[in-house]
């Protein structure tokens, strides 16, 4: 969804905008938000003078990014693809299924996907300003300054390895 103004008042023109993105991924458990907005207002202060300023922010987060699942097995998609079809993801107490074969280290990946959690936060602000002066109609100076910051963060609740002792068995056994 976006919205926009954008208009005059005298020497002064300014835009607006916004806009909001709420996308649910293909995979489960997976899908991005996005909020963002924008203002840009140029004034004409008298016939020499000019000033602008343009203001740039957004927050996103990305849930369950799936180039952060992975770790020491593989990706998910491997998961799903070297899961046995012949196992169940659930048992039959209602349980997942950890793993699909007995000398198996791949995970449930419908386990993996439903019970990860994942965030990727990212947090952008960007500001101009500029100015300029025409000493004639041959020649002006601009003076352009900017500012821009980002902030990202990543909050992880990962589900790998369901059991470790089994897992730890394994390794030993090897």
Sequence with gaps: MAISASGSEG?????????YRDEEGVVINTGYQQISARANIDAQINDKFKIGFNLYGSTSENQNNTDRFGNGQGSFIYKALTWNP?????????EYN???AVASLNDNPVRTLNETDIKDIEERLNATVNATYSFTDNFSY????GSQTSNLNIERYA????DRSTASYVFCKQ
Excluded: A
């Design 98 to 100: 950890i793993r699909s």
């Design 142 to 145: 601009s003076l352009i300054m």
């Design 86 to 94: 012949t196992t169940p993801i659930f048992n039959s107490n209602g």
């Design 11 to 19: 020497k002064i023109r300014y835009y607006l905008s916004g806009n």
């Design 159 to 162: 589900v790998e390895v369901g």
